[in-house]
């Protein structure tokens, strides 16, 4: 099993930036597909990003893409997610995600496609 904690969060101005951190417990961190998933109040959570175990692929939602980059870093078991051009409409608790991808590595974009969920961390952006 692996346990994510999510840091980084905050309260910014639209067009500022954060970035979020997921720690991971565990020696396999490199054998999971990390993904971010946010929920605003009211909404369903919804995709953000997912690299693949060794980085070498991300894909993004639409809403985000441009904006934001994940990326993993193996060997200190984190995944970040570079916010720039944050918006109003970006404000949510955003969520680290794992699965095991041993054998199907692919970019999987619905929450039940996930393990293992950190606690969330809130983002707020002001316009």
């Known amino acids: 099993q692996v346990q994510l904690v999510e840091s980084g969060g905050g309260l910014v101005q639209a067009g500022g930036s954060l970035r979020l951190s997921c720690a991971a417990s565990?020696?396999?961190?490199?054998?999971?597909?990390m993904a971010w998933f946010r929920q605003a109040p009211g909404k369903e959570r919804e995709f953000v990003a997912h690299?693949?175990?060794?980085?070498?692929?991300?894909d993004y939602a639409d809403s985000v893409k441009g904006r934001f980059t994940i990326s993993r870093d193996n060997t200190k078991n984190t995944v970040y997610l570079q916010m720039n051009s944050l918006k109003p409409d970006d404000t949510a608790v955003y969520y680290c995600?794992?699965?095991?991808?041993?054998?199907?590595?692919?970019?999987?974009?619905?929450?039940?496609?996930?393990?293992?969920w950190g606690q969330g961390t809130q983002v707020t952006v002001s316009s």
């Open positions: 690299i693949t175990r060794s980085g070498t692929r991300t």
């Open positions: 565990g020696p396999t961190f490199s054998t999971y597909a």
């Open positions: 995600a794992a699965r095991r991808a041993l054998f199907d590595n692919t970019l999987k974009v619905t929450t039940d496609a996930y393990n293992y």
